[in-house]
């Protein structure tokens, strides 16, 4: 898919999955995708699980989400950084960034191959998801679950949202000039 196609297709979708594999060479391309976005200092510090284990993927499914695509993803990505990060910078750490650079790419890549996802995190955050789902892929302590994407080959045509219109966003020179 042409890039500005893919960048303008891509979207959250929450809604059911197909009842088809994601192949592993797909989701490999997904993951590079994902190791190949720049990183503060190039410090790549976003690690990745792919869970395709039928059991981990309905364990995970299971913790009560009201979102189609967490209930019926055939393939999770979850994403990994560490609880303590360590600044690389003049006293900074860049690792929430690092890890959605990649995120975005991942999704990007997903769009491209006709899979679709949906951006999890808030979700993670409440009722100890993060935990329990960090514990089904026997994360080590010190590391913890940022991000999760539900991945399928979508099942229904899901509402894309509209954005604001590039004059109420975006200017040249000047902030708010005309
Ligand atoms: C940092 C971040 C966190 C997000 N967390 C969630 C989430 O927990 N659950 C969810 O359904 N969508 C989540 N999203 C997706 C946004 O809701 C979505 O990107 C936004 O509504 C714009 O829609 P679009 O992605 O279709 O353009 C998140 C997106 C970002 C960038």
């Known amino acids: 898919m042409e890039f500005f196609t893919t960048v303008k297709k891509r979207h959250s979708y929450r809604g059911g999955f197909q009842d088809v594999a994601v192949a592993r060479w797909d989701l490999e391309k997904i993951v590079q995708a994902g190791l190949d976005a720049p990183s503060g200092k190039n410090a790549q510090t976003t690690q990745f699980v ?76 409440i009722e100890g998801r993060a935990q329990k789902i960090g514990q089904l892929l026997g994360l080590p302590d010190g590391k913890y679950i940022r991000v999760l994407l539900p991945i399928g080959m979508p099942a229904e045509n899901y509402k894309q949202p509209a954005k604001k219109l590039f004059a109420q966003r975006v200017w040249f020179n000047r902030y708010g000039e005309k």
């Open 50 to 125: 792919i869970v395709d284990d039928a059991t981990l993927v309905w364990q995970i499914a299971q913790l009560h989400s009201t979102n189609k695509a967490v209930q019926q993803a055939r393939v999770f990505i979850a994403c990994i950084l560490d609880k303590n990060p360590e600044a690389i910078y003049e006293g900074f750490a860049f690792q929430v960034e690092d890890c959605a650079a990649a995120v975005e790419n991942m999704l990007l890549a997903i769009t491209a191959l006709g899979y679709a996802s949906v951006w999890i995190d808030g979700w993670l955050r």
